[in-house]
């Protein structure tokens, strides 16, 4: 990511940001505060939320002596020149995703949430970023965002959560002065669970961020994870249409997979208050209900089951792991899908 004079950021590994105002070295550049306070940071340490449109001016009256505050003020005249963007083999696929950032993990109860939206291609994307509303959408991003970058997008209060429930991400992706592969316009239907920012297991660690995100993917190797439902009007056309169908093909009968239950065994889902309760007394009513879901389920054949424990001192997984040896050798059991639960889980499929 190439920082440039004029962009505004902010501090990734710390609280604050401000304007770019010149380059200290390679790899240093000074951040200007809204209090006018010039701070030297690393450009890894930094994050582009907007960039900038400054362009160099020539000062009409070069015997005229700047004073003391415009000296070390202004950043000084540098003839920017435009840097291509590095390129990757992988990158020439897209793969985009939306994530989202509590501002404050100790309080995830109560605090906003940072969005950004994460561009692991070799493509600009030309973005729009809407939400539903009773009477129509709402642009609430709007702008081009530069290849391999995760663009800070919005920050969204807790009392706001209901207004993402359903949004329509479309975008266009294009390279800048070279040929490219020509990717086809996208328009991603998401609808978000707006319980999971309230779990702090649904944050998890990922390739983009140090801390624990929660990621949708909107596009994986070129194609797009959530598909817009057809509109009654496009299946209308559809059979109006004078097309010569196509001779049918047998369909293979598949399998009906019954739905994964889901048991999270966290004790603050499980109990209103923990209090006056020992360790061993909270890990007996954890394990009263891992038996309790197993004997509800252990007839149903092909039924798989995820055991949401948490990575902890390993105490709850063990004893579930030997209760599942002893009384349910039958079943198979494995670490549940890491993509879905991140370490702190176990399925158990019942056979």
Not at 5 to 23: H, M, P, Q, S
Not at 157 to 182: M, W, Y
Request: hydrophobic share 35%.
């Amino acid at each position: 990511m190439e920082i440039k004079i004029g962009d505004k950021v902010r501090f990734l590994n710390a609280v604050g940001g401000g304007e770019v105002v010149r380059y200290i070295s390679k790899d240093l550049v000074g951040v200007l505060d809204e209090d006018g306070f010039e701070t030297p940071v690393q450009v890894r340490e930094c994050v582009l939320i907007e960039r900038g449109n400054k362009s160099p001016q020539t000062t009409a009256n070069t015997s005229q002596k700047p004073s003391t505050k415009e000296f070390f003020m202004q950043p000084p005249v540098v003839e920017e020149k435009e840097i291509e963007p590095i390129e990757t083999k992988e990158g020439e696929v897209l793969n985009v995703y939306l994530a989202y950032l509590p501002v404050d993990v100790k309080h995830i109860q109560e605090c906003a949430y940072e969005c950004y939206l994460l561009n692991d291609s070799n493509y600009y994307l030309s973005v729009n970023i809407m939400s539903k509303r009773e009477n129509g959408w709402v642009s609430r991003y709007c702008g081009v965002i530069e290849p391999n970058i995760k663009a800070f997008v919005e920050e969204v209060d807790k009392s706001h959560l209901n207004e993402i429930e359903r949004l329509t991400v479309q975008f266009i992706a294009f390279k800048q002065g070279k040929p490219f592969a020509q990717k086809n316009a996208i328009s991603v239907d998401l609808k978000i669970d707006t319980v999971k920012f309230y779990k702090l297991h649904s944050f998890r660690e990922n390739d983009f961020f140090d801390e624990e995100a929660l990621l949708f993917p909107l596009v994986e190797k070129d194609v797009a994870c959530h598909q817009l439902a057809i509109s009654q009007a496009e299946i209308q056309a559809a059979m109006n249409s004078k097309a010569t169908p196509a001779p049918q093909q047998p369909i293979a009968r598949k399998r009906i997979e019954k739905p994964v239950i889901e048991v999270d065994l966290h004790v603050n889902q499980l109990l209103d208050t923990t209090r006056g309760m020992e360790n061993a007394e909270l890990l007996n009513y954890q394990l009263d209900k891992f038996r309790e879901v197993m004997e509800a389920n252990k007839m149903k054949k092909g039924q798989k089951i995820v055991f949401i424990h948490g990575k902890g001192e390993g105490v709850l997984r063990n004893a579930i792991l030997k209760e599942l040896k002893s009384k349910y050798k039958e079943c198979y059991v494995q670490d549940a899908s890491f993509r879905e639960y991140g370490f702190g889980a176990t399925q158990v499929t019942i056979r």
